[in-house]
């Protein structure tokens, strides 16, 4: 079986609201997830998604993984600030076992500037949802097949397409990635979407 959905992230998030536990013991205590599989991570905003995709990102780097960051929330420089404030030094692995896709800087007023010696795979915008899948592949082949891609957030492109337009792409880039790229988890923030959409995005990882 290679499909699981996390209805919720708060048994994940508790990890990082206990004081008492590190990120990374808690992405220990988490059963690693297989290559060829996909997860839906839903949560409501600011509760953890993002440091848990961090502790998760730094376990795979650990273990030779290689991982490909879609951000669609924040530019990659502010990715690499919060991860080092978590202890995950992004720009040491960047170019072999880390890359980025950017759908943010292209569309952003304050467009910054690329990090030396650091490759990048910008996408003209969130609506281009071809381009965000060929920039997926693209990446994957750069570092080499499986990777294991990280997509943040999925809720982004409800502001910039149709439903029918995402669930068609959704379905599209998840059997790509657990056909020929590798692992794959969407966050997405829960709360914000009606019960049929996430229902939907549900249905198809």
Known sequence: MTKRN??????????FERPSESPERGALMEERFPTNYSVLLAGPPGVGKFE????????????????????????????RARAK??????????????????CYSATSSDRPEAAPGKKTF?????????????????????????????????????????????????????????????FILYAVHEGVHEPMTMNLLRSLV
């Not at 961090?54 to 991982?67: T, Y």
């Not at 404030?85 to 950017?102: S, T």
């Open 122 to 182: 910008l996408v003209s915008s969130f609506s281009n949802l071809e381009g965000i899948g060929m920039a997926m592949s693209k990446a994957a082949q750069e570092l080499g097949t499986p990777v294991r891609i990280y997509f943040y957030t999925i809720s982004t492109l409800f502001l910039h397409n149709s439903t029918q337009a995402i669930a068609k792409f959704f379905q599209i880039v998840t059997s790509r990635a657990k056909t020929n790229l590798g």
């Open 52 to 79: 848990y995709l961090i502790a998760r990102i730094r376990e795979d780097l650990r273990l030779g993984e290689r991982v490909v960051f879609v951000t669609l929330d924040m530019p990659p420089n502010e990715i």
């Open 6 to 15: 996390i209805a919720r992230s708060s048994e994940s998030v508790d990890a």
């Open 85 to 102: 404030a978590l202890r995950l030094d992004l720009g040491a692995h960047e170019g072999k076992l880390f890359v980025f896709v950017d």
